[in-house]
């Protein structure tokens, strides 16, 4: 039974390739890299026990995420939201009812499995002996792997092409995992949007004056009274009011935002800009770093 639709799979399968630290530990479903972690992750497994795998686990930052090549499938389908405060960082295992299959297992929950890669579809599942990763278009893969950049990245689809500036692989075989919807889908996007950022709307006059800015507002679902509420505490304190510096940066990471305008980007960092914008109980998830990212170049995020 599908659980998510592919669009939404390989969201967050670059979301974490994009976004997130991550390194490649084996057996590993997205823990964050906490003491008690990495002590369980360096006796669990001999390939982790090796020297230089076991340095690379106990060198790694409490907000950087183990996973291995299927575990980052089960992980996104178990639920994992990047939660540095949970010990499989959101993810539940067994979670939807899937399954908990190895590598070249999770292949016979696939249908539709074909060598020829002029029929592969975004969301498919890519496929070589001891090795998965998910296909997310224009000859590209989000893959777990530890050669290169060592931990999820996105990869070259050398069955397709090979791409300028990513590493390549060539993979045996793809299919359609049975727990994703590969049905098109209208995206819809919520219009709901936080407080401080429909005010500012309302101040640049994207919402219109008088009744007419009464009546779009509650159309589309906010609390006038408390919109206009916001306004004006922003238009009264606006020569106190600062924001971050807008990035050259066009990427989709936060983390790498921040750090081209030299601003702190860890985890704590973070959570109080979020704190601070408008995002409560931040824990990392990917629509936050989102709004945060959206927040800042457009030079509304404050510091």
């Not at 029929?119 to 997310?136: A, D, F, P, R």
Request: proline letters at 2%; a positive charge; glycine letters at 8%.
């Amino acid at each position: 039974m599908a659980i998510m639709n592919y669009n939404d799979f390989v969201k967050i399968a670059k979301d974490i390739a994009i976004n997130y630290k991550t390194l490649y530990i084996l057996g590993c479903f997205g823990s964050p890299m906490t003491y008690s972690n990495k002590k369980r992750f360096t006796t669990n497994y001999s390939y982790n026990q090796e020297k230089n795998r076991k340095e690379k686990i106990l060198a790694a930052s409490s907000d950087t995420f183990g996973f291995d090549c299927v575990c980052l499938i089960k992980a996104i389908l178990w639920g994992w939201t990047g939660d540095i405060t949970k010990n499989y960082g959101g993810a539940t295992y067994l979670e939807n009812g899937v399954l908990d299959v190895g590598a070249d297992e999770i292949m016979n929950y696939c249908k539709d499995v074909s060598s020829d890669f002029s029929t592969i579809q975004v969301g498919e599942l890519l496929s070589m002996k001891g090795h998965v990763g998910i296909y997310i278009g224009d000859g590209l893969a989000v893959e777990c792997t530890p050669i290169w950049n060592d931990g999820v990245q996105i990869t070259a689809v050398s069955n397709i092409g090979k791409k300028e500036g990513y590493p390549s692989r060539t993979w045996t075989r793809h299919g359609k995992l049975k727990y994703i919807d590969y049905q098109d889908k209208e995206i819809i996007t919520s219009s709901k949007k936080q407080l401080v950022e429909v005010a500012y709307e309302v101040i640049d006059g994207k919402w219109g004056n008088g009744n007419v800015r009464k009546e779009k507002l509650e159309g589309a679902g906010y609390n006038y009274k408390e919109v206009q509420s916001r306004v004006n505490e922003i238009l009264s304190s606006q020569s106190q009011i600062s924001y971050y510096p807008i990035p050259s940066y066009t990427g989709n990471s936060i983390v790498d935002a921040l750090k081209e305008i030299q601003v702190d980007s860890d985890f704590h960092n973070r959570k109080n800009i979020a704190q601070k914008n408008g995002i409560t109980n931040y824990t990392g998830r990917p629509t936050e770093n989102i709004k945060l990212l959206s927040l800042l170049k457009s030079g509304r995020l404050l510091k």
